[in-house]
């Protein structure tokens, strides 16, 4: 699976912004998806999980009920809306794929997946 991430950018704090991965692959609703992120001098963390069909969802405590993971298998496009932005959300983000049976559990760490693209930098000035 070949991701592209996009619409990272400055924000001030309190702000939204909306993240977008696109995947290029046939089978990408085959794929549970996630979001990672990494601060400068931090190691990579889970940020939001989202299983093959949008069903089920699982969100690190850090930005639960003020982000949004969402997928489009149609468009083969995976989304985090971003809301009420903090400055400790700075960080590039990246989008991860893991092809999965249907019944898989969302993984939350790095090594669950094994797609990764290209991080798109979110900077949340405060």
């Known amino acids: 699976v070949q991701l592209q991430a996009s619409g990272g950018g400055l924000v001030q704090a309190g702000g939204s912004l909306r993240v977008s991965c696109a995947a290029s692959?046939?089978?990408?609703?085959?794929?549970?998806m996630a979001w990672f992120r990494q601060a400068p001098g931090k190691e990579r963390e889970f940020v939001a999980a989202i299983s093959r069909n949008g069903g089920n969802t699982y969100y690190a405590d850090s930005v639960k009920g003020r982000f949004t993971i969402s997928r489009d298998n149609a468009k083969k496009m995976l989304y985090l809306q971003m809301n009420s932005l903090k400055a400790e959300d700075t960080a590039v983000y990246y989008c991860a794929a893991k092809r999965v049976i249907l019944t898989a559990p969302l993984g939350t760490r790095p090594v669950d997946y094994d797609s990764w693209g290209l991080g798109t930098l979110v900077t949340v000035s405060s």
């Open positions: 692959v046939v089978t990408f609703s085959y794929n549970n």
